[in-house]
């Protein structure tokens, strides 16, 4: 990816699969990466501990990511993490979003009405 400088990506579903291979590779392009997952945690941090072995930057977050409020925490604890959030990814369809985070709730947020 072209100028990885300090985005973000949030890899929902990112502790394994599709999803963590996105988050690997994310995070290989140069982007800091959270690892988003509902009831993974050990699979989740594992992955998030070998990106940061391989020189990435990661951590794992839980949420349930059809909770707006869920959502809005997982992009507060995001922003403590790394920095801010530009960049969103989901699972399986590997689409990714160039938003703000502020942007990015509010979408989540009419998507759950």
């Not at 599709?18 to 988003?36: H, S």
């Not at 990661?58 to 922003?79: E, H, I, K």
Request: proline content about 2%.
């Amino acid at each position: 990816m072209d100028n990885a400088n300090g985005k973000v990506a949030i890899i929902t579903g990112g502790s394994r699969g599709i999803g963590a291979a996105i988050a690997e590779r994310l995070a290989k392009d140069g982007l800091k990466v959270v690892i988003n997952y509902a009831g993974s945690t050990v699979e989740a941090e594992a992955l998030a501990g070998k990106i940061e072995r391989a020189g990435g930057r990661a951590t794992a977050a839980q949420a349930d990511v059809s909770d707006p409020a869920a959502v809005a925490r997982l992009f507060d604890a995001t922003d403590v993490a790394l920095a801010a959030s530009t960049c969103w990814s989901t699972t399986p369809a590997s689409c990714i979003w160039l938003l703000s985070a502020r942007v990015m709730t509010d979408c989540l947020t009419v998507m759950s009405r």
